[in-house]
């Protein structure tokens, strides 16, 4: 079946940028998406990206889309306390028949 | 507007006993959807609706659980009997067609089999 991959850690210091990353194996994927679960909550879309684009930005955020290679990466910049979470990779298939996530990576923010 | 209501937000159940969670979409969505997230891990898709109907459920253990959308708004998922292993937070979303680009989560129902 379908798979995406992501590392489970990423620590950086508050201020820095975080680069978060993702693989995944569906060349049929028509949307990738990054949505934040914060601790008892559910998940939160933070943005999206279509597949033929290769890059979108949303203030603080950019993605950024490697369709050859099948590599998505979420840039925050200048990383605050409140982004401590867990980011989760998804993408769409071509079959829209749900969306497929990663474990997710759990974002730790050092002061 | 109002999002993505689940209820309850937590429910402690002992293995064998049954067990259902209930679904508010935001209104207007067509595309219902029922994941489950088990600790540690990323949410798994268990059934897709499209309106009333089912889209996708091959990932539903369909010996215990069931799920039904039946006027094409509200939904439950029901666990019948549970085991310890379904332990984990089940999480509704909706978007407005099955090829939208955007799905809304519900904050879920953490569902704890003793």
């Known amino acids: 079946g379908e798979d995406v991959e992501q590392s489970l850690f990423l620590s950086v210091r508050e201020g820095d940028s975080s680069v978060i990353n993702c693989t995944y194996t569906?060349?049929?994927?028509?949307?990738l998406y990054w949505y934040k679960q914060e601790p008892g909550a559910g998940l939160q879309l933070l943005t999206y990206?279509?597949?033929?684009?290769d890059m979108k930005q949303d203030q603080r955020l950019t993605v950024l889309l490697n369709k050859k290679d099948k590599h998505l990466s979420l840039r925050i910049a200048d990383t605050q306390t409140g982004d401590s979470a867990i980011y989760f990779c998804?993408?769409?298939?071509?079959?829209?028949?749900?969306?497929?996530f990663g474990k997710g990576t759990h974002l730790i923010i050092q002061p | 507007e109002a999002g993505v209501a689940q209820s309850p937000r937590y429910k402690i159940i002992e293995k064998r006993q049954s067990v259902a969670f209930w679904c508010n979409p935001i209104?207007?969505?067509?595309?219902l959807y029922w994941y489950q997230q088990i600790l540690g891990q990323g949410p798994k898709l268990l059934i897709q609706?499209?309106?009333?109907?089912?889209?996708?459920d091959s990932q539903l253990p369909k010996d215990r659980f069931s799920a039904e959308r039946l006027k094409g708004v509200d939904s439950t998922l029901k666990i019948q009997p549970a085991k310890l292993e379904d332990s984990a937070v089940y999480l509704c979303?909706?978007?407005?067609?099955?090829?939208?680009?955007?799905?809304?989560f519900g904050q879920g129902t953490r569902l704890t089999v003793v």
């Open positions: 979303a909706s978007s407005p067609t099955r090829d939208s680009s955007e799905a809304f």
């Open positions: 569906d060349s049929s994927s028509t949307y």
């Open positions: 990206i279509f597949s033929n684009m």
């Open positions: 998804a993408d769409l298939g071509g079959g829209a028949d749900g969306l497929t």
């Open positions: 209104s207007g969505h067509a595309t």
């Open positions: 609706f499209q309106n009333n109907g089912v889209v996708d």
